[in-house]
């Protein structure tokens, strides 16, 4: 990845971050739930920062780690997951 990119996106987290508040979360984390063949698990997960481009990062608590998330009533996530950073970068 090029140093530029890794920056830019660095300062496009920082600029998302935002107070964590719990917000219910729609878990889709597999085929079944992604396609609609399945119900998603409703979990509280703390948002941590919004992109304001219709992407939100998580910490699930349950889990122990960060989610992406698409935005939305309620945010649905998408099986990706890890660390905060690559988690925001994987948008």
């Known amino acids: 990845m090029?140093?530029?990119?890794?920056?830019?996106?660095?300062?496009?987290?920082?600029?998302?971050?935002?107070?964590?508040?719990?917000?219910?979360?729609?878990?889709?984390?597999?085929?079944?739930?992604?396609?609609?063949?399945?119900?998603?698990?409703?979990r509280e997960c703390f948002l941590v920062a919004d992109d304001k481009e219709g992407y939100e990062l998580y910490f699930d608590a349950e889990s122990n780690d960060f989610v992406l998330a698409y935005s939305g009533n309620p945010p649905s996530t998408f099986n990706v997951r890890g660390d905060a950073v690559g988690c925001f970068m994987a948008r």
């Open 2 to 42: 090029p140093q530029e990119w890794v920056t830019q996106q660095l300062a496009e987290m920082r600029a998302a971050l935002v107070e964590p508040v719990l917000r219910l979360v729609a878990i889709r984390d597999t085929g079944a739930q992604m396609r609609g063949e399945a119900a998603p698990l409703l």
